[in-house]
C-alpha cells in the first residue's frame, strides 16, 4: 500500500491521507486499460511512485490544446509501443508546469 500526496488525483484521491492498495498481478494477465489508476515510477524520480490515471494505450494519439502546451501551440503525441500516458484527474492542478 502507499499514501497519496499532491493534489494531481483530486477527487479520486484526497492530496493527503489516502491509503492506497496495490496490486502488481493483474495487469500481467489482461493488461492495462484506458480509465484504470495506476501507480507508477515518477519520470522526475525514480525513487517516487506516483498514482494516475491511464488517458491513452500504445498507438493512440494524445492532443495537448495550445492553452496547456509549453509551446502555446496545440500538439499531437503518438503514443510509443510499450507505453501508455497517464494524467491526474484534477485538471487545474495537472496541466500546471
Same mark, same amino acid.
Given at each position: ?13 484526497? $492530496? ?7 496490486? !502488481?498481478?493483474?495487469? &500481467?494477465?489482461? *493488461?492495462?486499460?484506458?480509465? =484504470? @489508476? +495506476?501507480? $507508477? ?7 517516487? !511512485?506516483?498514482?494516475? &490515471?491511464?488517458? *491513452?494505450?500504445?498507438?493512440? =494519439? @494524445? +492532443? ?34
Amino acid at each position: 500500500s502507499i499514501s497519496t500526496i499532491g493534489r494531481s488525483m483530486e477527487p479520486t484521491c484526497r $492530496a493527503a491521507g489516502d491509503l492506497l492498495v496495490v496490486d !502488481r498481478f493483474t495487469h &500481467r494477465f489482461w *493488461g492495462v486499460n484506458r480509465g =484504470q @489508476v +495506476v501507480i $507508477a515510477i515518477s519520470k522526475q524520480n525514480a525513487d517516487n !511512485r506516483v498514482c494516475k &490515471r491511464v488517458i *491513452g494505450l500504445a498507438g493512440d =494519439q @494524445v +492532443v495537448i490544446p495550445a492553452e496547456h502546451s509549453m509551446s502555446r501551440n496545440e500538439e499531437v503525441f503518438e503514443v510509443p509501443r510499450g507505453h501508455v500516458w497517464l494524467e491526474g484527474d484534477n485538471k487545474p492542478v495537472r496541466w500546471a508546469f
